[in-house]
């Protein structure tokens, strides 16, 4: 009898590794059956106008005459292989180097999985999506926006933060974590597994006493639960939150438009007896398919608790619904004459989501400042995710004298330069929503901002062409800044890496010292928003982002019923290689105001946990005493009691540093999730 490669025992390992991972559990595996289809495939990606490679293996057995079911996998050092025993599909996705799987990683994942339905025998309601550490919370973030695709999903030790819980109300899932995991700590999952249970969901935790980082594969009897679900690809009830329209798809329901650009959107429709049921939150628009939404003919639609008149029209496959006043039947979603471009939250995310993209840098100035931008567009030709790699992407470059044969009406456009070098940006300059003469910038009802010294980035329709887009990135920098800034140009794409997308700025002023001196986001018509509090500015010490950390820290605190709250110090030395898990920025107090601030509209997730005194001690010596962390109140040896425990409070992102202690929270629990306005009132009113 064949031995399949879920038969084969665990075997424990104990492996010293650059993270000091300690035990944990590698599978094995058995050898690639002989006829076995191991086959690089390729889709054309139009966002570089080229091929994007990724891996495909089919089962022995393979038959264009059968269905099969398909496991994606996204970042793992093991490989799901068909058997004698499971026959799927598998694909591996390269996710283009991205971490996180958003931006280009999550569009080559949906590209792939496009790709091989179209080519190989695929049973659609049996896909199933699973990743390991990065690739985990990278599945989470795929599945919960594209809900609909799946059957279910898989994380291995890992699940990630600032998910839409939400969405899986139809999207079961398994995670496999290991307990003395200290590269993703346990008690951050444990968190988000209480959660899903208060929903109700399907949503099961795993945990593996003696395992660590190292479980690259589901363990037999979750192998056996995924082959059992099935998609149901008309659901009678549906949950759906997203940060943009283009998210919105949810099996046979869509939200088209939201009310508030830069708030969530939620939509929650119900199957009755009589008919539909549908409340929304910050939904303008939405349609769905009458041909899979549970809605017959004779039955009633309801709406925000009002009935909703209704007919299926011949021409139209949806209904669309549109709230005015009330909510009524369109004929169909309203278009601008010129088709300009709908706004949505995002900015630079905008350019990095499978749409032609090319970068134009301007050859206006002398030879050494043209030199200078070409290099800074080689660099910016390879972004498409976080700022701090390069991901595996090659947009192409155009100088902006040598646009005579481009049809530009193609491309979504990343433009390098300022007016006075770039000639196609001087090209539009009267048509975009800022002006700027003389070394000042004029946006909206804002005073003037002087450049020199600074980057201006900002995200518009492309006048010429606006069912198309564009960033622009102007330098207004002396040589010595300019070495600067080409050290690492992608920290000026705002939110390019499509985390907190209704956070992000669409106009952008940021030093070469990375210090953020404006922040202006536009409203649905493509205006500046008129925030108040342009005339108070930020005190001096937000020059430092420390202090800006030490505002949440209080806020959490004044929020929380609890003994400590922890957040990094100013001499945190990040993770994994240096990563930065502290998001926040340095503000430049000459001129970010309480208008800049207020375009922040998320929340920061916290949970909270329970150390003992020697734990915190422990904390104490390693990170508090050397500033790597901060607290409230302020911590000493002397003041933590041997013989009482602490309740703790962090933000969820802290978890991978504490876990360097080999430590594990206890009596984890979801904390009040921290708003901007209450960090506003920290850093602007007191």
């Given at each position: 009898?064949?031995?399949?490669?879920?038969?084969?025992?665990?075997?424990?390992?104990?492996?010293?590794?650059?993270?000091?991972?300690?035990?944990?559990?590698?599978?094995?595996?058995?050898?690639?059956?002989?006829?076995?289809?191991?086959?690089?495939?390729?889709?054309?990606?139009?966002?570089?106008?080229?091929?994007?490679?990724?891996?495909?293996?089919?089962?022995?057995?393979?038959?264009?005459?059968?269905?099969?079911?398909?496991?994606?996998?996204?970042?793992?050092?093991?490989?799901?292989?068909?058997?004698?025993?499971?026959?799927?599909?598998?694909?591996?996705?390269?996710?283009?180097?991205?971490?996180?799987?958003?931006?280009?990683?999550?569009?080559?994942?949906?590209?792939?999985?496009?790709?091989?339905?179209?080519?190989?025998?695929?049973?659609?309601?049996?896909?199933?999506?699973?990743?390991?550490?990065?690739?985990?919370?990278?599945?989470?973030?795929?599945?919960?926006?594209?809900?609909?695709?799946?059957?279910?999903?898989?994380?291995?030790?890992?699940?990630?933060?600032?998910?839409?819980?939400?969405?899986?109300?139809?999207?079961?899932?398994?995670?496999?974590?290991?307990?003395?995991?200290?590269?993703?700590?346990?008690?951050?999952?444990?968190?988000?597994?209480?959660?899903?249970?208060?929903?109700?969901?399907?949503?099961?935790?795993?945990?593996?006493?003696?395992?660590?980082?190292?479980?690259?594969?589901?363990?037999?009897?979750?192998?056996?639960?995924?082959?059992?679900?099935?998609?149901?690809?008309?659901?009678?009830?549906?949950?759906?939150?997203?940060?943009?329209?283009?998210?919105?798809?949810?099996?046979?329901?869509?939200?088209?438009?939201?009310?508030?650009?830069?708030?969530?959107?939620?939509?929650?429709?119900?199957?009755?007896?009589?008919?539909?049921?549908?409340?929304?939150?910050?939904?303008?628009?939405?349609?769905?398919?009458?041909?899979?939404?549970?809605?017959?003919?004779?039955?009633?639609?309801?709406?925000?608790?009002?009935?909703?008149?209704?007919?299926?029209?011949?021409?139209?496959?949806?209904?669309?619904?549109?709230?005015?006043?009330?909510?009524?039947?369109?004929?169909?979603?309203?278009?601008?004459v010129d088709r300009q471009r709908a706004y949505g939250a995002g900015s630079a995310a905008n350019l990095f989501q499978?749409?032609?993209?090319?970068?134009?840098?301007?050859?206006?100035?002398?030879?050494?400042?043209?030199?200078?931008?070409?290099?800074?567009?080689?660099?910016?030709?390879?972004?498409?995710?976080?700022?701090?790699?390069?991901?595996?992407?090659?947009?192409?470059?155009?100088?902006?004298?040598?646009?005579?044969?481009?049809?530009?009406?193609?491309?979504?456009?990343?433009?390098?330069?300022?007016?006075?070098?770039?000639?196609?940006?001087?090209?539009?300059?009267?048509?975009?929503?800022?002006?700027?003469?003389?070394?000042?910038?004029?946006?909206?009802?804002?005073?003037?901002?002087?450049?020199?010294?600074?980057?201006?980035?900002?995200?518009?329709?492309?006048?010429?062409?606006?069912?198309?887009?564009?960033?622009?990135?102007?330098?207004?920098?002396?040589?010595?800044?300019?070495?600067?800034?080409?050290?690492?140009?992608?920290?000026?794409?705002?939110?390019?890496?499509?985390?907190?997308?209704?956070?992000?700025?669409?106009?952008?002023?940021?030093?070469?010292?990375?210090?953020?001196?404006?922040?202006?986001?536009?409203?649905?018509?493509?205006?500046?928003?008129?925030?108040?509090?342009?005339?108070?500015?930020?005190?001096?010490?937000?020059?430092?982002?420390?202090?800006?950390?030490?505002?949440?820290?209080?806020?959490?605190?004044?929020?929380?019923?609890?003994?400590?709250?922890?957040?990094?110090?100013?001499?945190?030395?990040?993770?994994?290689?240096?990563?930065?898990?502290?998001?926040?920025?340095?503000?430049?107090?000459?001129?970010?105001?309480?208008?800049?601030?207020?375009?922040?509209?998320?929340?920061?997730?916290?949970?909270?946990?329970?150390?003992?005194?020697?734990?915190?001690?422990?904390?104490?010596?390693?990170?508090?005493?050397?500033?790597?962390?901060?607290?409230?109140?302020?911590?000493?040896?002397?003041?933590?009691?041997?013989?009482?425990?602490?309740?703790?409070?962090?933000?969820?992102?802290?978890?991978?540093?504490?876990?360097?202690?080999?430590?594990?929270?206890?009596?984890?629990?979801?904390?009040?999730?921290?708003?901007?306005?209450?960090?506003?009132?920290?850093?602007?009113?007191?």
């Amino acid at each position: 009898m064949t031995t399949t490669i879920w038969e084969a025992r665990y075997v424990l390992l104990l492996i010293v590794s650059f993270c000091d991972l300690g035990p944990i559990y590698i599978q094995a595996q058995q050898p690639l059956q002989s006829s076995t289809k191991e086959i690089s495939e390729a889709y054309y990606s139009r966002a570089e106008g080229r091929d994007q490679s990724f891996q495909v293996v089919l089962p022995a057995n393979y038959s264009s005459d059968a269905k099969y079911p398909m496991i994606v996998q996204i970042f793992g050092s093991a490989s799901l292989l068909p058997t004698d025993e499971y026959s799927f599909i598998r694909v591996r996705p390269s996710g283009r180097g991205v971490w996180g799987y958003r931006s280009m990683s999550r569009y080559d994942v949906m590209q792939a999985i496009e790709s091989t339905k179209a080519k190989y025998s695929i049973d659609e309601d049996r896909i199933y999506l699973t990743g390991t550490s990065a690739g985990a919370t990278g599945a989470m973030h795929t599945a919960a926006l594209r809900q609909d695709v799946f059957a279910a999903v898989v994380p291995l030790v890992a699940f990630g933060n600032d998910l839409p819980l939400d969405n899986f109300r139809n999207l079961p899932l398994r995670c496999e974590h290991g307990v003395n995991d200290w590269t993703s700590a346990i008690g951050n999952v444990r968190v988000q597994f209480q959660k899903l249970d208060k929903l109700g969901y399907d949503a099961v935790l795993n945990e593996h006493p003696s395992a660590g980082h190292g479980i690259r594969m589901p363990p037999p009897e979750t192998m056996e639960w995924l082959f059992r679900q099935r998609r149901d690809p008309s659901p009678k009830q549906i949950v759906h939150t997203c940060e943009h329209p283009r998210d919105g798809t949810a099996y046979w329901l869509k939200i088209e438009k939201f009310s508030d650009p830069h708030k969530v959107a939620r939509i929650v429709a119900e199957a009755a007896a009589d008919g539909l049921r549908i409340s929304t939150e910050n939904v303008a628009q939405f349609s769905l398919d009458p041909a899979t939404a549970p809605l017959a003919k004779d039955q009633q639609l309801v709406i925000d608790s009002s009935k909703v008149d209704w007919h299926q029209e011949a021409t139209n496959l949806r209904l669309i619904f549109a709230k005015q006043v009330d909510w009524q039947q369109i004929s169909k979603l309203p278009e601008d004459v010129d088709r300009q471009r709908a706004y949505g939250a995002g900015s630079a995310a905008n350019l990095f989501q499978g749409e032609p993209l090319m970068v134009v840098y301007g050859t206006g100035a002398d030879d050494k400042s043209n030199q200078f931008l070409q290099q800074a567009a080689n660099v910016l030709a390879s972004s498409g995710g976080p700022t701090f790699k390069p991901a595996n992407v090659r947009f192409p470059i155009r100088a902006d004298s040598d646009l005579g044969d481009v049809s530009l009406g193609e491309y979504n456009l990343l433009l390098v330069g300022t007016l006075q070098n770039n000639s196609f940006l001087r090209s539009i300059a009267e048509e975009l929503p800022y002006t700027v003469k003389n070394g000042e910038l004029n946006a909206g009802e804002r005073e003037s901002l002087k450049l020199p010294g600074s980057v201006l980035s900002s995200h518009y329709f492309n006048p010429e062409h606006p069912d198309r887009l564009i960033y622009i990135v102007s330098p207004y920098l002396n040589e010595g800044e300019q070495n600067k800034f080409l050290q690492n140009p992608r920290h000026f794409l705002a939110g390019s890496d499509g985390f907190k997308m209704i956070d992000q700025p669409d106009l952008m002023v940021r030093g070469v010292d990375l210090r953020i001196r404006r922040e202006m986001q536009l409203d649905s018509a493509w205006n500046f928003i008129n925030l108040p509090g342009q005339e108070r500015r930020v005190p001096e010490r937000f020059s430092d982002r420390t202090h800006l950390g030490f505002a949440h820290l209080k806020a959490m605190w004044r929020a929380s019923d609890v003994d400590v709250a922890l957040w990094w110090g100013p001499e945190d030395k990040g993770l994994f290689g240096g990563y930065d898990f502290n998001w926040l920025p340095s503000l430049d107090p000459s001129s970010y105001t309480l208008a800049d601030y207020l375009v922040r509209r998320r929340e920061v997730e916290t949970m909270t946990a329970t150390i003992s005194a020697a734990e915190l001690t422990d904390i104490f010596k390693r990170w508090i005493s050397t500033r790597e962390l901060t607290t409230l109140p302020e911590i000493n040896e002397q003041n933590i009691d041997p013989g009482e425990d602490y309740r703790i409070i962090i933000p969820m992102d802290l978890v991978p540093k504490l876990g360097i202690r080999r430590r594990i929270l206890s009596d984890v629990a979801a904390g009040k999730a921290i708003a901007p306005p209450q960090v506003a009132n920290e850093v602007f009113m007191r």
